[in-house]
C-alpha cells in the first residue's frame, strides 16, 4: 500500500531537548516536504527536498533542520525545541514536486512544555 | 511569492450544493490543487487543475481560470461527511505549492 508515515505521531517534550521526527514513503517519490499546522494560519512550508541530498528552506524553516541521505526518508530535526514549535506537523511527498498530487502523513501532534 | 484568499467557512444544508472560492496571487503560476481535511485528520487530494476551464470528479468540480487568479470548487449533493475544510493549493513552476489558511464547511440536516 502506498503511504507516507510519520513517527511519532504524538509526543510531548520539555524545551530545549533534541528531537527527530521520523518520515518515510514507500512511492519511490522524488520530492517530499514538512509543514506545519497552527490554526488560524494553515499548512505552511519548513522545508523540502526535490532529490537526495537537495534541501532547500520553506516558509518557516527557523528552529528546524532537515537532512536527505536516501529517497525514502526525510527526517525533521528540532535541535532545541520552543513552546512556539508545538503545532500539528505533516511530512509529504510527490513523484516530482511538478505539479504532482501530493500525498500526506498521518500528522503528528507535538506539544512542547 | 503567493497570497491566497478563501472564505473562512461556509454553511449549507445535506442535499444542496456549495461553491468556495479562491483568488491567488502566484509568481510563475503553474496549476492549483484542491485538499480535503477533516479535522485531525490529513489532507486528500480532490482536484487538480493546470488549465482554464472546468474538471468534474463525481460530486465535485473545479473551476480555473488563469488569467483572473481564480479558481472555485463546488460540491454538490452534499452529505453530512462532507463537513471539513478545503484547502486551495496553487504551485508554481519550481514545484512549490503554497495552501490557503482552508474554508470550514459546515453541513446541517
Known amino acids: 500500500e502506498a503511504q507516507v508515515t510519520q513517527n511519532p505521531r504524538y509526543l510531548i517534550t520539555v524545551t530545549g531537548k533534541k528531537l527527530t521526527v521520523t518520515c518515510s514513503q514507500n512511492?519511490?517519490?522524488?520530492?517530499m516536504s514538512w509543514y506545519r499546522q497552527d490554526p488560524g494560519l494553515g499548512l505552511r512550508q519548513i522545508y523540502y527536498?526535490?532529490?537526495?541530498?537537495?534541501?532547500d528552506k520553506g516558509d518557516v524553516p527557523e528552529g528546524y533542520k532537515v537532512s536527505r541521505k536516501e529517497k525514502r526518508n526525510f527526517p525533521l530535526i528540532l535541535e532545541s525545541p520552543s513552546p512556539n514549535q508545538t503545532s500539528l506537523y505533516f511530512c509529504?511527498?510527490?513523484?516530482?514536486?511538478?505539479?504532482?498530487?501530493?500525498?500526506f502523513g498521518e500528522g503528528s501532534w507535538l506539544t512542547v512544555v | 511569492g503567493q497570497n491566497i484568499d478563501q472564505p473562512t467557512e461556509m454553511t449549507a444544508t445535506e442535499g444542496a450544493i456549495v461553491q468556495i472560492n479562491c483568488t491567488y496571487q502566484t509568481s510563475g503560476f503553474n496549476g492549483l490543487f484542491w485538499y480535503q481535511q477533516h479535522a485531525g485528520e490529513a489532507p486528500t487530494f480532490l482536484s487538480y487543475?493546470?488549465?482554464?476551464g472546468l474538471e468534474e470528479k463525481g460530486r465535485f468540480s473545479s473551476f480555473l481560470s488563469r488569467s483572473k487568479g481564480y479558481s472555485y470548487l463546488l460540491l454538490k449533493e452534499l452529505q453530512m461527511k462532507d463537513s471539513a475544510s478545503y484547502l486551495c493549493a496553487p504551485f508554481d513552476s519550481w514545484g512549490k505549492f503554497q495552501f490557503g489558511a482552508g474554508t470550514q464547511v459546515v453541513v446541517t440536516p
Open positions: 512511492m519511490n517519490h522524488e520530492y
Open positions: 527536498s526535490m532529490n537526495v541530498e537537495v534541501t
Open positions: 487543475n493546470v488549465l482554464d
Open positions: 509529504a511527498s510527490s513523484e516530482t514536486g511538478s505539479g504532482n498530487t501530493i500525498y
